[in-house]
């Protein structure tokens, strides 16, 4: 197949092989017109090089403007799907279950990616869908990309970390965990959240998952202290979120039945299979 490939004219493969020496794996229309005059790209050809190099299959065109290198062109690495992510909208950080892989949470690979981003940025959106993002063509395969849009205040908990050659946001352990505990549909289920916070054990951060919980809401926390005591944690040590005044009970998964025993300690409703009769 990569036979029957058309060479670019002199322009375009000058124009690949600019991209591919800046390590421009990914990148938009405005970066191409950045590198046109010294690949000797005129601005009228412009859109019309990229149509013919994305036909051609030295480029994949990932949404409107931004576009990828393919498997292709010799010497490059195609694009992390994580570093896609990362180009697809700003302010953005790899979270959720796919976090939770990352940091090696859970051994449940998702299907898609979860992206966290704020509800002040724009997002692509798939023809027909109010959430996520498929990427036709993707040089990782075709990716489904799910945004999980917070508010602003609520974007925080993120590292830099490289995957592979791309150095991308992520949500931190604790953060992660505490967005399984909120959205745990995000995360396989709640049995899986509960699962991830064993396999953290000792490394968890006990300092930064209260204060991240602190910043977050009522149940959030409830849910954390009734995690955390049933790991054995020090009680002493729950006492700021023990504090946190919540009305009413919070069920303990919140995307489970409003059954089960109520623990008062914590304002929990314990509405986990095997406590709730049928």
């Known amino acids: 197949m990569a036979e029957d490939r058309q060479i670019p004219a002199l322009p375009g493969m000058r124009l690949i092989r600019a991209l591919a020496s800046a390590g421009d794996r990914v990148f938009t229309t405005d970066r191409v017109r950045e590198l046109a005059p010294s690949v000797?790209?005129?601005?009228?050809?412009?859109?019309?090089?990229?149509?013919?190099?994305?036909k051609s299959g030295w480029l994949v065109r990932l949404r409107k403007g931004l576009y990828a290198l393919s498997a292709a062109v010799p010497g490059v690495t195609t694009a992390h799907e994580f570093?896609?992510?990362?180009?697809?909208a700003r302010?953005?950080?790899?979270?959720?279950?796919?976090?939770?892989?990352?940091?090696?949470?859970?051994?449940?690979?998702?299907?898609?990616?979860?992206?966290?981003?704020?509800?002040?940025?724009?997002?692509?959106q798939a023809r027909g869908r109010k959430a996520g993002w498929k990427g036709v063509?993707?040089?990782?395969?075709?990716?489904?990309?799910?945004f999980i849009r917070v508010k602003p205040?609520?974007?925080?908990?993120?590292?830099?970390?490289?995957?592979?050659?791309?150095?991308?946001?992520?949500?931190?352990?604790?953060?992660?965990?505490?967005?399984?505990?909120?959205?745990?549909?995000?995360?396989?289920?709640?049995?899986e959240v509960l699962h991830a916070f064993e396999a953290r054990g000792d490394r968890l951060d006990l300092k930064r998952i209260i204060g991240y919980a602190l910043r977050l809401d009522g149940a959030t926390a409830k849910r954390l202290g009734w995690v955390l005591e049933h790991q054995g944690?020090?009680?002493?040590?729950?006492?700021?979120?023990?504090?946190?005044?919540?009305?009413g009970y919070r069920t303990l998964d919140p995307t489970g039945p409003r059954k089960g025993p109520c623990n008062r300690r914590w304002m929990i409703q314990e509405n986990l299979p095997g406590k709730v009769k049928p």
Not at 83 to 88: F, G, P, T
Not at 91 to 104: D, E, K, M, V
Not at 137 to 142: M, S
């Open 137 to 146: 063509g993707c040089p990782v395969g075709q990716t489904l990309y799910q």
């Open 40 to 54: 000797g790209l005129s601005e009228g050809y412009l859109c019309q090089s990229l149509h013919h190099l994305t």
């Open 153 to 191: 205040e609520r974007f925080f908990g993120t590292e830099k970390v490289w995957v592979g050659q791309a150095r991308v946001t992520v949500t931190d352990p604790e953060r992660t965990l505490l967005d399984g505990l909120m959205m745990p549909q995000h995360c396989g289920d709640f049995a």
């Open 233 to 247: 944690i020090d009680p002493v040590r729950l006492e700021p979120i023990l504090n946190v005044s919540v009305k």
């Open 91 to 124: 302010r953005t950080a790899i979270s959720h279950w796919s976090a939770l892989h990352h940091h090696g949470l859970t051994e449940q690979a998702p299907r898609k990616v979860f992206v966290l981003t704020t509800t002040d940025t724009p997002i692509p």
């Open 83 to 88: 570093e896609i992510a990362m180009a697809l």
